[in-house]
């Protein structure tokens, strides 16, 4: 079966400081996409940042990185100067280019930021 | 430019009524994909639909549950005879199709309880 496991169920940050999510998946294919949506209390799914599986180089969105380890399936999401507004459930998911768009979804990280 | 719209935003039903939940896909679009979010859990793939078409049912429950997308109007997630169990969030994502960067577009959700 193909799995997303993200093994932190909550983290806690000081505004302004970083913070990183882990992720990690299992899968046999080789060509693939990977996201990190964040999850507001409003439950709207927002995309934070995308990863192309043949790309060595990290993404990067402002202040959303990723460290995209491929051969040791992993895809950790690093959140640089938080702010309030990134409080939020954060989730992991990929991609198989050959399945369509359907999407498989870790279980989630909540994201505290303290003031 | 109306992103992907999904009403009821909230839905109330008796132990063995119907819920049906609506999804308008964003302008553009034709693939939509049904997903389901139990509470502190994340999202789970159940369907994905094109125009008249079902492409991949393999996480729909194989009872009472269906879905369409019809030529005109918008895609239907239907359950019949709801159980307890059924209370989740059903959250429509929609695409403009395969050949894309494989980012779903979500609406706000459904949250259905089942008294």
């Known amino acids: 079966a193909q799995t997303v496991t993200q093994s932190q169920p909550e983290m806690s940050v000081q505004e302004a400081e970083t913070v990183t999510l882990s992720c990690t998946y299992d899968t046999s294919e080789s060509d693939y996409y990977l996201f990190w949506y964040k999850q507001p209390p409003s439950r709207q799914m927002i995309l934070v940042i995308r990863q192309e599986a043949y790309k060595q180089q990290n993404a990067t969105e402002n202040r959303f990185s990723v460290n995209f380890q491929k051969a040791a399936k992993s895809f950790s999401l690093k959140i640089s100067d938080s702010q309030l507004g990134d409080a939020a459930m954060y989730f992991c998911a990929y991609r198989i280019k050959a399945a369509g768009n359907k999407l498989t979804f870790g279980g989630g990280t909540r994201v505290l930021v303290k003031p | 430019n109306a992103g992907v719209m999904q009403n009821p935003r909230h839905l109330v039903r008796r132990r063995g009524q119907e819920a049906r939940l609506r999804c308008s896909p964003m302008k553009g679009h034709s693939h939509v994909y049904w997903y389901r979010q139990l509470p502190e859990e994340g999202l789970k793939f159940m369907v994905y639909?094109?125009?008249?078409?079902?492409?991949?049912e393999s996480g729909m429950p194989k009872e009472r549950f269906s879905a369409e997308f019809p030529k005109e109007g918008p895609s239907i997630l239907r359950i019949q005879q709801v159980v307890r169990g059924d209370s989740a969030a059903y959250f429509c994502a929609s695409s403009p199709g395969l050949a894309n960067t494989g980012e779903l577009f979500f609406g706000e959700g459904s949250r259905l309880t089942v008294l």
């Open positions: 639909l094109q125009k008249e078409n079902i492409i991949d």
